[in-house]
T-cell receptor, first 112, second 113 residues
Framework: GENVEQHPSTLSVQEGDSAVIKCTYS??????FPWYKQELGKRPQLIID?????GEKKDQRIAVTLNKTAKHFSLHITETQPEDSAVYFC???????????FGKGITLSVRP | GAGVSQSPSNKVTEKGKDVELRCDPI?????LYWYRQSLGQGLEFLIY????????KSGLPSDRFSAERTGGSVSTLTIQRTQQEDSAVYLC???????????FGPGTRLTVL
């Protein structure tokens, strides 16, 4: 089955700097890669996703890049703000009718 | 429209008691998932329901855990003879079709004394 790993487990950046969170996956058939943000005490919420027919997707300050050859995908957050502090989960799936496998999460802290 | 809802939001129970947790998925979503999240930990998959197919129970930690989904909509997760290690937040999610984007409910925080 699919195995998704996230590194590092924690990341601390200064407000205004960029943050990059990387995930690796094992199943080359995976073609759907969502990112979820979970603020303290809240539910995980989808912030961006990418499918394997594109290499990059942007939405304002966040972007996701995908490298299918290396089997990794990354979340990029520019101009970080304190409200970006949260746990970020990546996930991977071979698509419809397949299970979505989550990574263990990365805690991002943005220092004011 | 309405998102995924769960009840109760908090549940405190005594060791050995049974508990039932409820999930109302987004209307029209055919797939429903249960996860467990212990304090500061990741999302531990428990079980999923896909349409009318038999559920995938591969993530259930013991036979004290069971779940059902009635009429393809509401789901109930039952934990029998609760133990202190069952204390966690239980999250439910639903998706339009299995494998698609999952939308999470607010969770039920279970505390076993």
């Amino acid at each position: 089955g699919e195995n998704v790993e996230q590194h590092p487990s924690t990341l601390s950046v200064q407000e205004g700097d960029s943050a990059v969170i990387k995930c690796t996956y094992s199943d080359s058939a995976s073609n759907y890669f969502p990112w979820y943000k979970q603020e303290l005490g809240k539910r995980p919420q989808l912030i961006i996703d990418i499918r394997s027919n594109v290499g990059e997707k942007k939405d304002q300050r966040i972007a996701v890049t995908l490298n299918k050859t290396a089997k990794h995908f990354s979340l990029h957050i520019t101009e970080t703000q304190p409200e970006d502090s949260a746990v970020y989960f990546c996930a991977a799936s071979p698509g419809a009718n397949s299970k979505l496998t989550f990574g263990k999460g990365i805690t991002l802290s943005v220092r004011p | 429209g309405a998102g995924v809802s769960q009840s109760p939001s908090n549940k405190v129970t005594e060791k050995g008691k049974d508990v039932e947790l409820r999930c109302d998925p987004i209307s029209g979503h055919t797939a429903l998932y249960w996860y467990r999240q212990s304090l500061g930990q990741g999302l531990e998959f428990l079980i999923y329901f896909q349409g009318n197919s038999a559920p995938d129970k591969s993530g259930l930690p013991s036979d004290r855990f069971s779940a059902e989904r009635t009429g393809g909509s509401v789901s109930t997760l039952t934990i029998q003879r609760t133990q202190q290690e069952d204390s966690a937040v239980y999250l439910c999610a639903s998706s339009l079709i299995f494998g698609d984007t999952q939308y999470f409910g607010p969770g039920t925080r279970l505390t076993v004394l």
